[in-house]
């Protein structure tokens, strides 16, 4: 069965760092567009930032680009969020997601999700 | 951008059917056949219940479908389950991101 487990939320003081972690299992890892997700309390839902199969290409929301870094490593199976110059309004839980049929870094649809870690960006 | 408009809330009786539209623009609904939906029950993982408009991935009651006409999209769910109560979200392929609508809660009476 396909499984996405995500880690590494937390509390973190505006203007803070925090790196999410995802690890994958129940299929071939390398052979999927992966996916960052998020969801502020009692809101809808927003992608955030998806990386291809080999890692070579990354795209990110407006909002966070200059300061998230989705990376991947497909020999651990794993998918990370790296985040920075927090604020406020990224506070929500993160999804790691699995794309399909992924063209110029836009998904058609995310086929598994994980349970999600929630990150509170708060003094 | 701003996301899909849908209804904040549905509700219907067990055995009912209801639908749920989800409504954008020609540059996201309107303009591509990669709608999805996906049902969120609280404090899970969202799970998707229709694809490319109304595909069913293995596994999903034939209860639930999809449809689009023009700007909007369309979720049908028959013979309405307890089980069925949740929130759900349509998305939408667009030239730039993966957009979402904002969620519509289905209560269940």
């Known amino acids: 069965d396909v499984q996405l487990v995500e880690s590494g939320g937390g509390l973190v003081q505006p203007g803070g760092s925090l790196r999410l972690s995802c690890a994958a299992s129940g299929f071939t890892f390398s052979n999927y567009w992966m996916t960052w997700v998020r969801q502020a309390p009692g809101k809808g839902l927003e992608w955030v930032a998806n990386?291809?199969?080999?890692?070579?290409?990354?795209y990110y929301l407006d909002s966070v680009k200059g300061r998230f870094t989705i990376s991947r490593d497909n020999a651990k199976n794993s998918l990370y969020l790296e985040m920075n110059s927090l604020r406020a309004e990224d506070t929500a839980v993160y999804y790691c997601?699995?794309?399909?049929?992924?063209?110029?870094?836009?998904?058609?649809?995310?086929?598994?999700w994980g349970q999600g870690t929630l990150v509170t960006v708060s003094s | 951008q701003s996301a899909l408009t849908q209804p904040a809330s549905v509700s219907g009786s067990p055995g009912q059917s209801i639908t749920i539209s989800c409504t954008g623009t020609?540059?996201?609904?309107?303009?591509?056949?990669?709608v999805s939906w996906y049902q969120q029950h609280p404090g899970k993982a969202p799970k998707l219940m229709i694809y490319d408009v109304s595909n069913r991935p293995s596994g999903v009651s034939n209860r639930f479908s999809g449809s689009k006409s023009g700007n909007t999209a369309s979720l049908t769910i028959s013979g309405l389950q307890a089980e069925d109560e949740a929130d759900y979200y349509c998305s939408s392929y667009t030239s730039s991101i993966t957009k979402f609508g904002g969620g519509t809660k289905l209560t269940v009476l």
């Open positions: 990386i291809k199969q080999d890692g070579s290409e990354k």
């Open positions: 997601a699995r794309g399909r049929y992924c063209t110029n870094g836009v998904c058609y649809r995310f086929d598994y």
């Open positions: 020609s540059s996201d609904v309107g303009g591509y056949n990669y």
